[in-house]
């Protein structure tokens, strides 16, 4: 595991990889790169979304496979990566992912719809 890792995405991540990974030290490419926008994501909001279906985006199942497979590689503080067929039997954290048929993200409509 390396003790130092850049994190060049938004800084709001920094908190989350900070608290799973204390022993590691995350720091920021750019420390002035924030997304307001992400911001505007909270848990309240995602709940509404996940309960109520609103504000949901969804997209094609092959757009929704390889952007799930992004994002678990960029979260991915496990050496192992993510429990997924494509990175292996670890998971981020110690974590095990819900099936694919629970996620939000899963849906068969097409983009759009």
Sequence with gaps: TAAEVLVATETGMLHQLRKARPSVSFEPVNPHATCHYMKMITAAALERCLVTGQTEVRVEPSVAARARRAVEAMI??????????VFGAASPAGLTPPPA???PWASSAPAGA
């Design 101 to 103: 048929s629970a996620s």
């Design 76 to 85: 991915a503080t496990d050496p192992a990566g993510p429990a997924d067929p």
